[in-house]
């Protein structure tokens, strides 16, 4: 059984930084592509970003600049690198991992989520 554990969420000031981890247990290869969604109360789950096996990066137009994706590949875990951190960042924040694509990812497995609050 594939599981995808998230930590790193947390309460932070606008302008502050946060660094989200995801760690992948249960699976007997490398994913294609892992990745990070976000959902906020009544909108809709966007990707934030995403990172192939080969190292093709993808990221949302909103986190350009500001947020960076790293992942190893050996271990199968990804992290995400918030900086200059707005409200409009807080979401619930979701590993993914599965197919990669030309447009980033495809995902298979996600996690539960964890919750990032920006406050102004």
């Known amino acids: 059984q594939v599981q995808l554990v998230e930590s790193g969420g947390g309460l932070v000031q606008a302008g502050g930084s946060l660094r989200l981890s995801c760690a992948s247990s249960g699976s007997r290869f490398n994913f294609g592509a892992m990745g990070w969604y976000r959902q906020a109360p009544g909108k809709q789950r966007e990707l934030v970003a995403s990172?192939?096996?080969?190292?093709?990066?993808t990221y949302g137009d909103s986190v350009k600049g500001r947020f960076t994706i790293s992942r190893d590949n050996v271990k199968n875990t990804v992290n995400l690198q918030m900086n200059s951190l707005k409200p409009d960042d807080t979401a619930v924040y979701y590993c993914a991992a599965g197919l990669s694509t030309t447009r980033g990812i495809s995902p298979n497995y996600w996690g539960r989520g964890t919750q990032v609050t920006v406050s102004s």
């Open positions: 990172m192939s096996g080969g190292n093709r990066l």
